[in-house]
Nanobody
Framework: QVQLVESGGGSVQAGGSLRLSCAASRYMGISTCMGWFRQAPGKEREGVAAIYTGGGSTYYADSVKGRFTISQNNAKNTVYLQMNSLKPEDTAMYYC????????????????WGQGTQVTVAS
């Protein structure tokens, strides 16, 4: 079992930045995919960014490429999502998720989820 706790959400103006953090309750190892997802009211949950802990390969949704960066700090069991040039359409609840014991990242295979942190971008 693993618990994930997100932090760093808030309200910003369009063009602003936020950094989300996801702290895991234990070391996730080198065969885990850590991901960030978001869900806006009335919309389906979508994958935003993911990172494979063994090697650091990263994956992004087209809508955030060039604006968001996912990174990891293994010493702190923490994954970050740096969000720059935020747009009103980025407004959503953001969730951290983990897919342990895997050899690659897939948007559909996450077993553990955090409670979410709200991001609101005003125009």
């Amino acid at each position: 079992q693993v618990q994930l706790v997100e932090s760093g959400g808030g309200s910003v103006q369009a063009g602003g930045s936020l950094r989300l953090s996801c702290a895991a309750s234990r070391y996730m190892g080198i065969s885990t995919c850590m991901g960030w997802f978001r869900q806006a009211p009335g919309k389906e949950r979508e994958g935003v960014a993911a990172i494979y802990t063994g090697g650091g390969s990263t994956y992004y949704a087209d809508s955030v490429k060039g604006r968001f960066t996912i990174s990891q700090n293994n010493a702190k069991n923490t994954v970050y999502l740096q969000m720059n040039s935020l747009k009103p359409e980025d407004t959503a609840m953001y969730y951290c998720a983990a897919d342990p014991w895997t050899n690659s990242c897939s948007w559909k295979s996450f077993d553990y989820w955090g409670q979410g942190t709200q991001v609101t971008v005003a125009s």
